[in-house]
Structures are given as C-alpha cells and as structure tokens.
C-alpha cells in the first residue's frame, strides 16, 4: 500500500511561481510512474504531467508545457512540480498519483490510470 501526500499549495499572482511536492510512503516499485493532476469543482480530474520513476520519461499536457516541470527524487521518494508563469486559468485542486506498472502513454493521461492518489492541494492564482 503506498500513501501519497502532497504540499507546497498556496496563494500566488499571475505570473508567479509555485512548487509543490508530493511524498510517497511505502513500496515504490522500479518499474511504477508518478503523475500530477488537477480538477476544478464541477469539472473532470485533468492531466498534467508524469515522470517514469526509473529513466526519468517525462510526458506534460499542453496546457503546461514550457510552463511546469515535474521532477523527483527517488532516494526520498519525492515528486515535484515547479509552476511558472502561472495563470489564472491554473487554478485548481493539485492530487499527486501513482500507478506500479508502466500502462502505456495514453493510459497515463487519464485518472484511471493511477492506482493511487493523495489527498490534493489548493493553488489559486489571482489576476
């Protein structure tokens, strides 16, 4: 069983930064991928980024890319998110996610994917 839990949210303007952190505990399997989504009320849990926890592949959502970097630590079994140049429109509940096996690009961008979620962190971004 592996237990995610992410911090780092907060208040920020638009055009700031942000970084937020995600902390697994438990077994990290080699061969699993970290991921980062987000959801505003009313709306479907979004796709932002995922990392491979051995080789480092990373895969971004258009919406981000050139924007946010996702990142991680295997020692500490810590995944990142740096947000730059933020936007009003990136405002939403951040979950950190976790899936064992590698299920293929496509599966990785949907929640279903991911066997595992944190509990979300609150980034607002002010205009």
């Known amino acids: 069983q592996v237990q995610l839990v992410e911090s780092g949210g907060g208040l920020v303007q638009a055009g700031g930064a942000l970084g937020l952190s995600c902390v697994a505990h438990?077994?990290?399997?080699?061969?699993?991928?970290m991921g980062w989504f987000r959801q505003v009320p009313g709306k479907e849990r979004q796709f932002v980024a995922h990392i491979t926890w051995i080789g480092n592949m990373a895969q971004y959502a258009d919406s981000v890319k050139g924007r946010f970097t996702i990142s991680k630590d295997n020692s500490k079994n810590e995944l990142y998110l740096q947000l730059n140049n933020l936007n009003p429109e990136d405002t939403a509940v951040y979950y950190c996610?976790?899936?064992?096996?590698?299920?293929?690009?496509?599966?990785?961008?949907?929640?279903?994917?991911?066997?595992?979620w944190g509990q979300g962190t609150q980034v607002t971004v002010s205009s």
């Open positions: 996610a976790y899936s064992p096996v590698y299920k293929g690009t496509d599966l990785l961008t949907l929640e279903k994917g991911y066997d595992y």
């Open positions: 438990g077994p990290v399997p080699s061969s699993g991928v």
